[in-house]
């Protein structure tokens, strides 16, 4: 017996193809600091998409999905060109699986110290005006 779900084909095809080309919605909650408040939509929803992408080690957390995060625990301690190298390529690697961004460019690393680098990175993408994030890679001593 097939369901009745009160949708037209074509709204159940669109739900299908959305789920399965995992295509990120452009509303989500809004954090500011460890709360949730309102909403935010737009470049400011893929600003903050950007920021927690980039905040969280891939595969080290059941609730997160791992399509989610960057693999960076295993580049330190490595040599210093390998270590950048593998930087852009992750970071670089985690902003594309996102449907919004089309391309990153203009991606520059600086060792600020021991375990830590700043990344520059230019975001070009289909919802609005480019952006440019910056933000700092620290590994944790263990």
Do not use: C, W
């Not at 949730?36 to 080690?57: A, H």
């Amino acid at each position: 017996m097939i369901p009745r779900t009160g949708m037209t084909q074509e709204e159940f095809d669109s739900l299908i193809e959305r789920v399965e080309n995992k295509k990120l919605g452009n509303k989500d909650y809004k954090i500011v600091g460890n709360k949730v408040k309102g909403f935010v939509d737009g470049v400011e929803n893929l600003i903050q998409s950007i920021k927690l992408n980039l905040s969280i080690e891939r595969y080290n957390h059941l609730t997160v999905s791992d399509d989610v995060g960057v693999e960076l625990e295993d580049s330190f301690g490595s040599d210093l060109n390998l270590i950048e190298i593998k930087i852009k390529s992750t970071i670089t690697e985690a902003l594309l699986a996102d449907d919004r961004i089309k391309e990153v460019s203009n991606f520059e690393l600086v060792n600020l110290g021991r375990n830590k680098y700043g990344a520059t990175i230019d975001i070009v993408n289909n919802i609005g005006e480019d952006i440019t994030i910056r933000s700092e890679v620290i590994a944790e001593d263990e």
